[in-house]
């Protein structure tokens, strides 16, 4: 059985990080939104320590890097989640066509 | 490296003040002491003092351009809070929090001022943008600033994502997050991905222009400006807007010559663009925190310049358009955070009423439009220099529309002072104390200080 090659990983990256920006758009729950983001970040995730297996394999560095996303990225939710939750307190839904106070 | 440490224990201590006490005066005093303590530390790296010697592994990368820049933003910020820091601590229920979340904002802006590394320039816009998230939603009642909380972070998180994806397109190819380019030897295998490398370059560009809020890219700012606090409007519009710039400057810097000529093309239409809208849009504004938010974008399109082209013309160019921008700006909205009616018809008849006011008021909006004998004038002249020592008459067209979008920019800030000096009205306004006036004046005196001596600030950088 040959190994995978990382073209294949990479197709499976970039369809996660379309899928993300596509839920980002077209979603309206505030909760799906957010698990959006957090589908891109972790497109890139896999990304990163695919490149750093397949073509780097001497160095950490790509690993590292998707170490500190998976930090931030949790910062981002907690601050992201304390958001919704103050609009959840004053509209009484997380519908974001709800929140039309800012006209654009 | 001094500032990066300081900043972030001062926000740390900053917490601390607020679980020890709620009395509002002394947490702005503690907040004032942190800020010049971070002055001086800084100032001593400069010198080569170091307060804690730390090996970044070539991460970060230490010169004077980012040492002077993180000097600047910090005095900016001192400003700042001497000017609006009452408002700051009356934002909402926690005092001390604000001031520690802007801590933190500054310890991402000195990592944005020296970062050499694409991990390093991750964590500082990581680190700049999650305080503010919360900084714009500080008001928790008020149905506005949530939602342009909400918007700011959908927005942040997104362009982050840009960011992200970018980064690892680049290190798929080079191997390394280092942004001085280093093309490995090609490795054992590994096919050839040649298109991905200015793919991925533009995906950070684009993220950079979303934090910067240039053209295509803006239609987050004038929200997120109106519906946030007015303090923290004014601190966003100014201290984070030059730190996303001198982040693009670097980046530039090292990369320039991979992109090609393909950028000289794509950068004048993002400049011209953002110039257009943020100047055009602002024209049709009722409300004067709209219109500063636009014309926050159409500042931005000249800041644009500096990274257009690449000499030291325009190193200094946005030192100096940093240091005019920033105070203008803060005055400005310090005034309008004591106005009950932020529309235009609020500011008729102040002149009458509050003389002091009005008349720094007008020198502010008149150093934003760029008049002689301001800091503005030398700003927009110095950017627009080093387009034309860079690139000879063939930039001159360039030169020229930004002068026309100026004059525009003359229109919308003449209105204020227009509303201020020949209408009548009751303009009605919160109490006002003798050191809010005073340090007003001061700011004033500053603007016309760098706008007739220039070099005086620019000598300090190469001193």
Known sequence: ?104 | MNAIIFSALSGVAMMFTGIFTTNKSAIRNVAVIALLGLIIVNLLHSYGIFVVRVNTHSMLQFETFGLFFNTLVFAATLLFVLLSGKDVTNAGTYGAEYFALIFFVLCGVSILTCYNSLLMLFIGIEILSIPLYILTGADKRNLKSNEASLKYFLMGSFSTGILLMGITLVYGITGTFSIEAMRPAVSVGAPNYGILEPVGLLFIFIALLFKVSAAPFHFWTPDVYDGAPTVFTSFMATIVKAAGFVSFIRLFDARAIEMGISWKIILPVIIIATLLIGNITAVFQQSVKRMMAYSSIAQAGFMLFAVYVNNDMSKEGILLYTAAYSIATIGIFAILTRMKDITFDGFNGLAKKHPVLAATNAVFLLSLAGIPLTAGFFAKYYMLAAVVKENGAGALWLVIVAVLFAAVSVYYYFRVIQAMYFKEGEPEITEVSGGFKTALVMLAVLIVLIGTFPSALLNWFYF
Request: glycine share 4%; proline share 3%; aromatic share 14%.
């Open chain 1, 1 to 104: 059985m040959s190994p995978v090659p990382v073209t294949h990983i990479l197709f499976v990256s970039t369809a996660l990080f379309f899928i993300g920006m596509y839920g980002l758009f077209t979603r309206r729950n505030m909760i799906t939104m957010l698990m959006s983001v957090e589908l891109i970040l972790n497109s890139v995730n896999i990304n990163f320590v695919a490149f750093n297996k397949y073509l780097y394999p001497g160095k950490l560095d790509g690993i590292f890097f998707s170490l500190f996303i998976i930090t931030i990225a949790a910062a981002e939710a907690a601050v992201a989640i304390a958001i919704i939750i103050n609009l959840y307190r004053s509209h009484h839904s997380i519908d974001v066509e709800d929140a039309g106070e800012l006209k654009y």
